[in-house]
């Protein structure tokens, strides 16, 4: 699928509606991993791999497609977690974002991870970070990690 929106066009959407997205809480051997964001909203922090749902896709199909994308990798024991949603002041278009968040965790070979331009940088973690921003933390804890 190569389903894409034009920034104006998405800048519109984005001022009217909330948008459909997949994130994965990925986890190897008691260890989550984690992108730290390029783009807004949530630029600089550590977040959940993810993105947007294309029309016609399911939730299944988004979450292997976004971790081929950003970690170059399929997912193993994808697995339907949650639903949650994020809403912010800002986006990379400009006006105020607000998802609807399909939640999955999963398990990937480290050593088949290669990092693409969504993040800055990725990082497992082996603990919550007090400071992350409430939902990280509330997807982490459901996921069962500490």
């Keep these: 699928m190569t389903n894409f929106i034009e920034d104006e066009l998405y800048r519109k959407i984005l001022e009217v509606m909330p948008v459909a997205c997949v994130d994965c809480v990925v986890i190897n051997n008691g260890k989550f991993l984690l992108g730290q964001r390029t783009n807004k909203p949530a630029q600089g922090e550590w977040w959940l791999l993810g993105g947007r749902i294309f029309k016609g896709e399911t939730l299944e199909q988004a979450a292997r497609r976004k971790m081929r994308q950003e970690i170059g990798t ?73």
């Design 74 to 146: 399929d997912p193993q024991n994808l697995k339907f977690l949650t639903g949650k949603e994020t809403i912010f002041p800002d986006s990379a278009q400009g006006p105020a974002s607000h998802t609807v968040n399909f939640v999955f965790t999963c398990n990937v070979d480290p050593a088949m991870i290669r990092k693409d331009n969504q993040s800055v940088d990725l990082k497992w973690f082996s603990q919550i970070n007090p400071s992350w921003d409430p939902y990280i933390k509330k997807m982490l804890g459901l996921a069962g990690c500490k």
